[in-house]
């Protein structure tokens, strides 16, 4: 279960002394929670990379990519800064949008490192650039890396 929390909320009157991030972290409790209680095995991912939300959550996504910046100095950073605050989670690496084929080949190499690897194109990244056949083993190759471990 994804929880995207950076929508807004819906407005509601709030009963009980929380507020801010104290009443963002009772919302993730409650939906970890019911998520847990319906299907204990269930994973639950926010985009929440600090101590405070770690034991309501499973897996931490790294987020949408700044198409303006590098994307692999970005999501490295960002692979580091939820690895030092919740050390035992997991780590979805995202990679939406990409700016470029080639962007999104040079991240798809790198997932593996920071984390479980992402997809979310089939046939064509946001630039409209085809993905092709060496794309697609491309992938193939990232999640046999990612399962086995190991590095570039």
């Known amino acids: 279960m994804v929880v995207e929390v950076h929508h807004p909320l819906p407005l509601l009157r709030r009963h009980g002394p929380e507020w801010g991030v104290g009443l ?3 919302l993730l409790w ?6 847990k209680r319906c299907k204990p095995d269930a994973l639950v991912m926010t985009h929440t990379p600090n101590p405070y939300f770690a034991g309501v959550t499973d897996m931490i996504r790294l987020n949408d990519v700044n198409t303006g910046a590098d994307v692999l100095a970005q999501m490295v950073h960002r692979a580091k800064v939820a690895r030092a605050a919740c050390p035992h989670l997991l780590i979805d690496t995202d990679n939406w949008p990409m700016p470029s084929l080639g962007a999104w080949r040079e991240y798809t190499r790198l997932q593996p490192e920071l984390g479980i690897p992402s997809l979310y ?6 630039s409209g650039e085809a993905l092709t ?11 046999d890396r990612h399962r086995k ?3 570039a």
Not at 30 to 35: K, R, S, W
Not at 133 to 143: C, G, H, M, T
């Open 24 to 26: 963002l972290h009772k």
């Open 30 to 35: 409650i939906l970890y929670d019911e998520a």
């Open 121 to 126: 194109f089939a046939t064509h990244v946001d």
């Open 133 to 143: 056949p060496e794309d697609y083993a491309l992938v193939r190759a990232a999640w």
């Open 149 to 151: 471990g190991t590095k």
